[in-house]
């Protein structure tokens, strides 16, 4: 959460040329923003592993399902409204409402969910390859398909969670959660503890849908103030 804060209040600074950061290609920039949502995801799957431990069942499940499809559907308002030619309609939270249905109905998978999380990350590499070859799968660049990450060519957009290769993390999640709890369950903590880390972590979502309209707000006033 404080490196995703930090990273995205670079991203605010350089639109509003306060510094010159090439955020879309440039690798000290890329390269972290694959570590946070590789982060990101694979924390969700082991979260999901402990709540299947724990029993929680699907009415529950659903509730927390709908608050994240619904801040997905918020996010992609509100950067429609920022970035109309480039809004989000399929970032992290949207993958992540997709990839928690599919992690909850896979969790029984054991140890098989270690090699489908590498064929799912190794079929995004595989799949400029496998388009070059049979062009017919072209369609898969389209929006809307492209969510699968079956591509060859990245979207411009905002932000980009397809589900390949990122499925892939979240199901390592899920499977290193299991490992854990079995063999190491005291590496996950105990219920409650952690300080004000772990406090942030359980308000995940809400903190992940606040930080930047804050950010953007106090830039603006800075902005503003300045003249």
Known sequence: MLWMTAYHLCFDLDFFGFIQADMLTDPFWTLQ???????FLFTA????AVASEQGVAW????????????????????????????FIYFGVLHAMAVMLIV??????????LWPLGAVAIALSWLAPVA?????????LNQPGWNALGFISRKPITEDYVPLLPWLGLMWWGVASGQWLLRQRPHWLGSPGGGGALATLGRWSL??????????????????????
Do not use: D, N
């Open 45 to 48: 799957g082991l979260s999901q």
């Open 206 to 227: 809400s903190y992940y849908l606040l930080h930047q309209p804050v950010l953007l707000g106090l830039l603006t006033a800075w902005v503003w103030l300045q003249g």
């Open 103 to 112: 992690a909850r109905l896979s969790a029984g998978w054991g140890r098989w």
């Open 59 to 86: 009415p529950r499940f659903w509730r927390r399902w709908a608050q994240v499809a619904g801040a997905a559907v918020l996010v992609t308002a509100g950067s429609a409204l920022m970035f109309p030619r480039t």
């Open 131 to 139: 388009m070059a070859a049979w062009p017919a799968l072209e369609f």
């Open 33 to 39: 923003r694959t570590a946070i949502v590789s982060l």
